[in-house]
């Protein structure tokens, strides 16, 4: 593909260029899922290739770790890499307390625990995902396919008891047939609106029989790089307040890619 970047794969690629800047010799990097993460892959691939860089990196899911091999990425499993020195993930939606809903690519569990064993975990998005209150983007929730409807009821029963909003859940299909995580799991997506109390339906979700995992990632992100589709970023970091703005330098075309796209 050759072509001029659309102001919003600017914007993601900006972020996940302005991410990479993170990533040093020897570390040992969590590979988001996504289309904002795949481009971070692709810059990382170009920086091994072009300036030598070292990594090993950890993918969060079967299409991030095919795309890895191809652009040049080193993949290896959690297990073999125990910690992670950083994971740059996308995200659904961030507050401004950086707490993210996730999974909206259905790779919401593997990302969670890849994110869970890294030092800091740097979210790249676009403006869009910028929410005042989570939950307008269908909170995804993964669950063991045995009993799947059992659960669903139990987890609509216990958005009632938390007078969540919204409350409805959907099995999310592929086509005909329910899909599936790399994990074999099926995914609910909760239409809730607005999730007054983020934490708490986390930790709640996450006790009911049949749920695997929730897309609330609370307290798990430190960094974020919001892309700009005029080619600047600014970045947050939770820990420390700070708050930068950059330029960063887009090429006229794609054909930076042209040779390891997707
Ligand atoms: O959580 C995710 C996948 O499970 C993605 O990071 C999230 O859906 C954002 O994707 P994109 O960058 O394509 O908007």
């Given amino acids: 593909m050759s072509g ?14 302005r991410a990479v800047d993170y990533v040093e010799d020897g570390m040992k990097v969590g590979l988001g899922t996504g289309s904002t993460a795949a481009w971070m892959v692709k810059c990382l691939g170009e920086r091994i290739r072009d300036d030598g860089l070292r990594i090993t990196g950890v993918a969060t899911s079967t299409r991030t770790a095919e795309l890895a091999q191809k652009v040049g990425v080193p993949v290896v499993s959690l297990d073999e890499a125990k910690w992670l020195d950083l994971t740059i993930d996308g ?6 307390n950086l707490n993210l809903i ?5 790779a919401l569990l593997m990302e969670k625990i890849v994110a869970t064993a890294s030092d800091e975990l740097i979210v790249i ?4 995902k910028q929410v005042e209150a989570l939950g307008a ?29 919204g409350r409805t859940s959907a099995l999310r299909m592929n086509g005909a047939t ?3 995580t790399d994990e074999g799991n099926f995914i609910l997506d909760l239409h809730l609106k ?17 749920v695997v995992e929730n897309g609330l990632f609370i307290d798990i992100c430190d ?12 970045v947050r970091d939770i820990n420390n307040g700070a708050v930068e703005h950059e330029k960063i330098d887009v090429p006229e075309t794609d054909n930076l890619f042209v040779d390891i796209a997707d």
């Avoid at 607005?194 to 049949?210: K, S």
């Fill in 125 to 128: 998005a676009d403006l869009s």
């Fill in 223 to 234: 960094v974020v790089v919001i892309g700009h589709g005029d080619g600047s970023v600014e």
């Fill in 4 to 17: 001029t970047l659309s102001p919003i794969d600017k914007a993601k690629f900006v972020a996940a260029k």
């Fill in 194 to 210: 607005r999730i007054g109390n983020p934490r708490q339906l986390a930790l709640v979700m996450n006790q009911i029989p049949g």
């Fill in 137 to 165: 983007f269908p909170l995804p929730v993964e669950v063991i396919p045995f009993g799947w409807q059992t659960t669903k009821a139990l987890v609509e029963e216990t958005l009632v008891n938390l007078d969540v909003l």
């Fill in 91 to 96: 995200a659904d939606e961030y507050d401004h």
């Fill in 102 to 106: 996730k999974g909206g690519g259905g």
């Fill in 178 to 180: 329910p899909y599936v």
